[in-house]
């Protein structure tokens, strides 16, 4: 099989120094990787530049990738040409738009006018104590996916924090039935620390429990392998 995963976390420009990340590592996506890999399958990693990756292999490609922007101009070539899906990766939500000290925003009366702006400056000045950065949306990467390639079997993941169980797979299902997913990885932020990482992989009906990045690979590997 032909196995894409992406990993790590996106990171969206202020200006050429300054960005908005998360603190992904790209483990998670390494685990999984490793793991189709020792089965001989075929596996596409995109992932960014500061994430863990898994040893060079025959059977790997890797496609570092930075933004939103260049994930989707990445993976769209790539969705079409494979089997499995499996977006482990971090998306940033937002990037930012303009970014100006709050003298500007009081003076403008129309504060709207501030989104029709860019910087222009390589490095935005630091003089001022406040700044204000606008954002906006960035395209929700995994809705698309399905409409570059109806047919590809796609696991997404979902991360909430400090939520209940029952309001985690309500969310996580949501995903599911939207993005035409098989199976959503739900968890939570509070479970997870270096020696654990306590998970769901949902179905339409399932919950299928794990407790660690390994315990997460295999899960993944048996229900993508099983359904092939």
């Known amino acids: 099989m032909k196995i894409l995963i992406t990993s790590g976390g996106t990171t969206e420009s ?3 120094v300054r960005g908005i990340t998360n603190h992904s590592t790209g483990t998670l996506g390494k685990y999984i990787s490793e793991k189709f890999l020792a089965q001989g399958h075929q596996v596409s990693l995109v992932t960014t530049k500061s994430a863990v990756k898994p040893q060079e292999h025959d059977n790997l490609d890797i496609y570092v990738i ?60 630091s003089k001022s104590d406040y700044q204000v950065l606008f954002l906006k949306k960035t395209p929700k990467v995994i ?37 035409q997913a098989r199976y959503i990885l739900a968890n939570d932020l509070s479970e997870i620390t270096p ?21 997460i690979a295999q899960l993944i590997f048996e229900k993508v392998t099983h359904d092939d």
């Open 66 to 125: 930075s933004n939103v922007d260049s994930l989707i101009k990445t993976i769209e070539p790539l969705v079409k040409s494979h089997d499995v899906l499996i977006h482990s990766m971090a998306v940033s939500d937002y990037t930012p738009v303009y970014m100006t000290d709050l003298d500007e925003v009081k003076q403008r009366k129309d504060i709207a006018q501030l989104l029709t702006k860019e910087n222009k400056e390589t490095k935005i000045s």
């Open 14 to 16: 202020i200006d050429t």
């Open 143 to 179: 809705s698309l996916v399905k409409n570059w390639n109806p047919n590809i079997q796609l696991i997404g993941f979902k991360l909430l924090v400090g939520v209940s169980k029952d309001e985690l797979f309500a969310v996580a299902r949501e995903s599911l039935v939207n993005n």
């Open 195 to 215: 020696n654990q990482h306590h998970a769901y992989l949902l179905d339409s009906e399932n919950a299928y429990e794990a407790w660690t990045k390994a315990d």
